[in-house]
């Protein structure tokens, strides 16, 4: 039986620790607050474990409910499509009830440290420092394994713009914000224009003196959480359209995108393509921008003690508040740097999660990745590969494929993306999900499935990519899977007009044609420069 360590109980800890139970070994959740969900627990101002971070207390999740489930525990049918944190919090704690996980977390113990035992070479243990947080008493433990799971929320970035140490006014990073009432009726400008400084934003563009000012260096392209119906919109993302060639898909969303608001008229337009760049989810900024509320400025060029100048020239003095939303920079401050780096957020992990130098692979890293999807299935699907690596169960390739594997990768990311801090961890949901699926046995084998179940391979490739399809067959099969696949619109539907309304599912023709005509242009084009 393998003693396998965690670290940190939020949602990647929460289902390392089950996939370890379904592998048969024994978990050990160390967890520094006094409750699960790391993130998605909102803590106030005045909460002690404030300084870790939280969602905002109006947050909603960008991602909807059948996309952020994890695969063998379907959202509740009457919840939210798109849920308030109390209500994904409810769902976590939900998660770790059913399947019994809260007697394996030892809570207000944080890790202090960790190192390899003197046998690692043979073992490949780990000896954790622990610390109680109540008693401030330090330990050591010995693990056969380790999971990573304490995010990379932690640490705010903070550029060092022009004289931001002379300005006086409050000045405070989205990780430390929890609600608008400290601002109100205060002049407030916000730097970052990603998920945070949007919504934070529009909402302190409710309660400001007159407008907020965000700033942004490059625009954005700006999403919906609706699609044509109210549909949600990552319902839309489907199977098929991973066969999209990127220049078409490039065009399909911007089209798409500048349909609910042209970005060049309200001055969101950047210059790089909608897949170049992890997009914004909001559905009021718009709004807001349209009555005035929020006003778009450049990137800041100088701060003074009660003003900030932008790149453009104009400046804005009496400035009371700046809300700083630039992200964050992921490190590991327990593990020594000889085992896990990280420089300019950038870590070497062998399709983000292991490690290629160690002698052993007895260390797996959950959750380090900025997904167009949910985070949580994700996690799920790297742990059940951790859990069987761990095992035994299944191999990792040779140290030179997982450096040659890391180097594709980081090429890959350098030519598609914008250079940004955001972008080094970037993965696209169907695509990268596939990939770990391969490592386990679990991605549905859809040729086989086109001809013994064709009405339900039309759902599965057709129809809306869920987490449930990578419980279909192989090692964790649920017997529940088809069943969750196949009740999708159901569960969307639930919540909606008492349930007696019909969503208008997607029509996928349109989808089939473009795929047809990137194609025939393809081979066109290649047929074009033989004979020229």
């Not at 630039?326 to 490190?331: A, C, D, H, I």
Request: with cysteine.
């Amino acid at each position: 039986m393998v003693r396998a360590g965690i670290i940190g109980a939020g949602s990647s800890g929460l289902t390392a620790i089950k996939c370890c139970l379904d592998e048969g070994h024994e978990p050990v959740c160390f967890e520094k607050t006094d409750e699960v969900g790391g993130l998605w627990h909102y803590r106030g101002e005045n909460d002690k474990f404030t300084e870790l971070g939280s969602v905002f207390k109006s947050t909603v999740i960008n991602v909807s409910k059948e996309r952020m489930s994890y695969s063998d525990f379907p959202c509740p049918k009457e919840f939210p499509n798109y849920m308030h944190n109390k209500q994904v919090y409810k769902y976590l704690r939900m998660y770790a009830e059913k399947f019994d996980l809260l007697k394996y977390i030892q809570f207000n113990t944080s890790v202090v440290s960790v190192r390899k035992t003197s046998d690692f070479e043979v073992s490949g243990r780990w000896d954790i420092e622990l610390k109680d947080e109540k008693s401030q008493k330090t330990r050591w433990e010995t693990f056969d394994a380790l999971f990573v799971c304490n995010g990379h929320h932690a640490k705010p970035n903070i550029p060092d713009f022009p004289g931001i140490e002379d300005f006086q006014g409050t000045k405070v990073h989205t990780h430390y914000y929890k609600t608008p009432e400290p601002f109100k009726d205060k002049k407030v400008v916000v730097i970052g224009i990603g998920n945070s400084g949007a919504d934070a934003a529009v909402e302190l563009s409710r309660w400001a003196s007159q407008v907020v000012y965000l700033s942004t260096r490059r625009g954005t392209w700006v999403i919906h959480r609706l699609s044509k119906y109210g549909i949600p919109r990552d319902l839309r993302r489907t199977r098929i359209t991973t066969f999209v060639p990127s220049w078409l898909m490039n065009i399909i969303l911007k089209s798409s995108f500048n349909s609910i608001v042209d970005h060049k008229l309200y001055g969101l337009l950047p210059k790089h393509e909608p897949l170049s760049a992890h997009p914004t989810a909001n559905d009021d900024l718009p709004n807001r921008i349209l009555n005035g509320t929020v006003i778009l400025k450049p990137d800041i060029k100088r701060f003074t003690k009660n003003g900030v100048e932008f790149e453009d020239g104009n400046f804005e003095d009496n400035v009371d508040a700046v809300i700083i939303a630039t992200g964050y920079s992921f490190e590991f401050s327990f593990i020594p740097e000889s085992i896990l780096k990280a420089k300019n957020n950038q870590v070497s992990l062998y399709k983000y999660v292991f490690p290629p130098e160690l002698e052993k692979p007895t260390l797996a890293v959950i959750g380090l990745v900025q997904p167009l999807g949910a985070l949580m299935p994700i996690s799920e699907l790297q742990c059940r590969w951790a859990a069987r690596v761990f095992a035994g169960l299944t191999k990792l390739p040779k140290r030179g494929k997982m450096y040659q594997n890391i180097t594709m990768k980081k090429e890959a990311m350098a030519k598609r993306y914008v250079p940004s801090q955001r972008h080094t961890i970037q993965v696209d949901f169907i695509e990268y999900m596939d990939d770990v699926a391969i490592e386990i046995g679990v991605k549905p084998n859809f040729f086989k499935m086109l001809f013994t179940d064709p009405v339900f391979f039309f759902k599965n490739f057709f129809g809306p990519s869920v987490p449930y399809q990578y419980r279909l067959e192989g090692p964790g099969k649920w017997e529940g899977a088809k069943n969750a696949i196949e009740t999708v619109w159901e569960r969307v539907e639930a919540p909606l007009c008492n349930g007696k309304g019909k969503v208008r599912q997607p029509s996928y023709i349109k989808v089939v044609l473009l795929i047809v005509v990137g194609i025939c242009v393809v081979i066109c084009s290649y047929f074009a420069s033989c004979f020229s």
